[in-house]
């Protein structure tokens, strides 16, 4: 089962050789930041119940990052601390580790590898990951495995780029079924076959046959039975208590500024809170609410799914058990948004969401790495109606720092950016138009992009991902079609309007809620 699952998923980073002596197998967790639901995990505790050696789940927390700041730092952090609670709960030996100062960590993972049968990675398509990846794959002295937990369906299953939504939907549609057959396991541990830690000083411990290491250790049974002192000593495990109860982020070297959500906080354990809330009290109205800001009808899991505390296969599954929906109800494939799962219009509507929308986006920065955040990524319809008007007057010019201070006259505009700056999330049809109008009041699609991707990836907890990249090069017409009439600065690109917008949707609440003068979040 684990090989089918693996199908399309798994390959290797370098050619150095798998090592049956090492202490353990190491899972560096990267991007897919918890312990259910994660395809590398259950690929990684198959390779130690192979090699009859503990597992060591090794997530670290740098600082050199573009956009670092407390916002981000704080909620990969709950994460962490969700993720040290349930491997102790499990008996799996968690390293989490968050570095002091830029480079301090640089050397750990080479210490870590070099003791291991091999090393487990997530792949992940967008940021510096993929560069983290090249730069460390040929000098850590192991192997090195990716594994792509990103979407339902795997990366490298499109044979191409997917340019429109009705394209990839068709695909999709046509692959989901055979994919979901292959889901990943909700919870890989407890494993009874997986080998607890013995403690790193015993020599005896790799003659231990692995059905003697099946017991289920006691708490200091942990990483320090795996990993040296000497090792540990000089890179801390991370002491939640003093970074989250005694602002202990607040002494790295990060953007201090950028403060952390105040309704929005990290883990795997808000994420499945959030999703059993959107079942229970918001799915019935999703298909009728979802573009309304004060209809609040959205899971709010944009940021959880982009750091991986929650997984897109168990929010799908999820929707569809609670639809009591089986593959036998599917309809053929037809590319349409609604109509082939067969469930309530709600669910329709969300699957196409998370099925379509989001993994349009996965897919254009995996099969796109040098041009994905880029306006080479555009299509040529769109290259050559935005060269068009490149000369046309703007009705507005504003800087970046008034973009930021949302200093625009546009009221609607101003709250929408004060909700990414203020709560690290903003409604997405809110965000349409504020990308639609950055584009309006700049000098140029190249400045607008600028504006945007740092805005968004600065403020935004789901930003620097491929769903906001793919995202925001919409505003500019990519995954789009034509439009018209021709429009000054807009040529034939999708135009939007604050004036439209306010008589579309509900948002009196909003706009008060993110006033100049501020209402109460939460």
Request: glycine share 6%.
């Amino acid at each position: 089962m684990l090989d089918e699952l693996l199908q399309n998923r798994l390959t290797s980073a370098n050619d150095h050789p798998l090592r049956s002596d090492g202490d353990y197998v190491l899972y560096w967790m990267i991007a897919q930041r918890r312990l259910n639901y994660n395809i590398a995990l259950e690929y990684a505790i198959a390779r130690a119940i192979e090699f009859e050696r503990p597992l060591l789940v090794f997530e670290p927390l740098r600082v050199r990052y573009q956009w670092a700041s407390d916002r981000i730092h704080r909620f990969i952090i709950e994460g962490m601390r969700d993720n040290a609670n349930a491997a102790e709960k499990f008996g799996i030996a968690y390293y989490p580790y968050v570095e002091p100062k830029p480079g301090k960590g640089s050397p750990l993972l080479h210490r870590l590898a070099k003791r291991s049968c091999t090393v487990v990675t997530d792949e992940y398509p967008c940021f510096f990951l993929p560069t983290m990846i090249e730069a460390v794959k040929d000098r850590i002295p192991a192997r090195l495995e990716l594994v792509d937990g990103n979407s339902v369906l795997p990366l490298r299953s499109a044979e191409k780029t997917y340019t429109v939504a009705h394209s990839y939907r068709r695909y999709m549609q046509k692959n989901i079924l055979d994919a979901l057959s292959r889901s990943p396991k909700a919870s890989p541990l407890p494993c009874p076959a997986l080998p607890c830690p013995a403690p790193v000083e015993s020599k005896t411990a790799k003659s231990k046959t692995a059905e003697s290491k099946k017991i289920v250790p006691s708490e200091d049974l942990l990483v320090s039975n795996l990993v040296p002192k000497a090792i540990l000593d000089r890179w801390p495990v991370a002491d939640f208590d003093n970074l989250l109860e005694r602002n202990g982020i607040s002494k790295i070297p990060i953007d201090h500024d950028v403060v952390p959500s105040p309704v929005c906080p990290g883990g795997s354990v808000e994420a499945t809170r959030r999703m059993t809330e959107f079942l229970d009290k918001k799915l019935v109205h999703y298909d009728d609410d979802r573009n309304h800001p004060d209809e609040h009808a959205t899971t709010g899991l944009s940021p959880h799914l982009h750091f991986g505390h929650i997984s897109a296969h168990e929010m799908v599954l999820r929707v569809l058990e609670k639809e009591d929906w089986s593959p036998e109800d599917a309809s053929a494939p037809n590319g349409k948004n609604h109509g082939f799962w067969n469930v309530s219009e709600p669910a329709e509507g969300f699957l196409d969401q998370v099925l379509t929308w989001r993994e349009i986006g996965f897919n254009w920065s995996y099969k796109n790495p040098n041009t994905y955040d880029k306006l080479d990524s555009l299509p040529d319809w769109a290259k050559k109606s935005l060269e068009e008007t490149s000369d046309d007057e703007r009705p507005y010019l504003y800087s970046l720092e008034e973009f930021e201070n949302a200093k625009t006259h546009d009221e609607l505009w101003n709250a929408a950016q004060r909700e990414i700056v203020q709560t690290g999330m903003m409604h997405n049809y809110m965000r349409m138009l504020w990308g639609k109008k950055i584009f309006h009041w700049t000098r140029s699609a190249q400045e607008a992009l600028d504006v945007m991707i740092h805005l968004n990836n600065k403020y935004g907890l789901d930003g620097r991902d491929p769903n906001s990249y793919c995202g925001i090069l919409w505003v500019l017409g990519r995954t789009d079609r034509a439009w018209g009439p021709q429009r000054p600065v807009f040529g034939k690109v999708r135009y939007m309007t604050s004036d439209s917008t306010r008589k579309k949707l509900r948002l009196g609440e909003y706009l008060e809620r993110f006033s100049e003068k501020g209402g109460k979040l939460g």
